[in-house]
């Protein structure tokens, strides 16, 4: 490794992408490693998130908030395109992975460094993601993963990164696995690895259980242009404040939770908890307005490309020329999706009720 010399690391502020700081440093050799640091609508404070890659050793921290080209250039196509892997999955958290991955190699570029790098252990889809991204889009970059080599227990991690002046968690570990972004939070581990093991209520944080749900339903209107959701309830609204608001609708009346045990790109088979309220309702209302707006073989021939489209994107297939290609089909068969969809909430539910 002694020929890099600067890397650019993917940083969330957690004890793996922390501890990656001095370890590519002492065990690669590399002096200048610059951390960046997404904003997706996390809700996380991410100043003290800056101050922490400085204090473990990165020369430059940097975070950037990408909210809306997030919704509008990843979560609306996905709109579009009714895109929900194995049928269920609404793809909140790979949809963000390849925003990641560009940025990361454009800050490379900008900087002059020789390699990027990711805190991804060897069990997940991420580490595919970013991998096929940025091998897609600068092939000349090295890709450093420190987590999935170094062997270290989670102990004896958190016990690496106190030697370099890294404080260990101060909250008891939460059991669970958890990814947020604006489009939904996936959770797994812990208990929930029985797959016959309820969630507890505590896995929840986006969504009313059935029962702290309003009795009475509520009934909303989503309006659609050419594809696109742009109004809710009448009133129309900016990309980012019409998931936000979307999110709080639904998940007030408990819909957008998915159990599911899905196939990784890695072989394995995890159980994983999603909550997507606002994605999922959009594309359900989306689907709905396509049944009335395009003809029977169009709507045919899309189902079975919507499927490969929601495989590309989980596999982390972004920058290829099928996902391109399947792009263009797409956009020509939305240009005459618009109108209005009434959806009616209530206890988990949302039913189409109407649709102009």
Request: aromatic share 8%; net charge negative.
């Amino acid at each position: 490794m002694g020929s890099i010399r600067k890397v650019v690391l993917a940083y969330s502020g957690g004890v793996d992408t922390s501890v990656c700081i001095p370890y590519l440093k002492e065990e690669y050799g590399i002096q200048d490693v610059i951390a960046f640091a997404a904003d997706l609508g996390q809700g996380d404070e991410l100043e003290p998130i800056r101050q922490k890659a400085i204090q473990a050793g990165a020369s430059k921290s940097l975070v950037e908030d990408l909210v809306s080209p997030f919704v509008e250039d990843f979560a609306f196509p996905a709109i579009r395109a009714n895109a929900l892997y194995e049928g269920r999955y609404p793809l909140s958290t790979a949809l963000a992975r390849p925003l990641i991955a560009k940025r990361l190699v454009d800050i490379a570029f900008q900087y002059g460094a020789d390699a990027v790098a990711h805190g991804c252990t060897g069990k997940g889809n991420d580490q595919v993601r970013f991998d096929v991204a940025i091998g897609s889009l600068a092939p000349h970059l090295k890709v450093l993963t420190p987590a999935r080599t170094w062997g270290m227990s989670r102990e004896e991690t958190i016990a690496y990164g106190e030697k370099f002046g890294i404080p260990a968690p101060v909250n008891k570990k939460s059991p669970y696995s958890i990814d947020l972004n604006l489009l939904g939070r996936s959770v797994e581990a812990g208990v929930l690895e029985d797959p016959m093991i309820v969630p507890p209520d505590e896995v929840f944080a986006m969504t009313s259980s059935i029962k702290n749900a309003p009795d009475h339903f509520e009934d909303i209107e989503i309006r659609f242009k050419s594809g696109n959701p742009v109004a809710l309830n009448g009133v129309n609204k900016d990309p980012v404040a019409l998931i936000h608001e979307a999110n709080i609708l639904a998940g007030k009346h408990g819909f957008g939770r998915i159990d599911m045990i899905e196939n990784r790109v890695v072989g394995i088979k995890s159980r994983e908890i999603y909550e997507t309220p606002g994605l999922l309702l959009l594309i359900r209302a989306h689907q709905e307005l396509e049944t009335l707006t395009l003809p029977a073989d169009v709507l045919n021939t899309k189902s079975f490309l919507e499927k490969q489209w929601a495989n590309l994107v989980y596999q982390g297939l972004w920058f290829t020329p099928l996902k391109e290609a399947l792009d263009s089909f797409i956009d020509k068969t939305q240009e005459n999706v618009g109108g209005l969809v009434r959806i009616r909430l209530h206890k988990g539910n949302a039913i189409i009720i109407g649709r102009s």
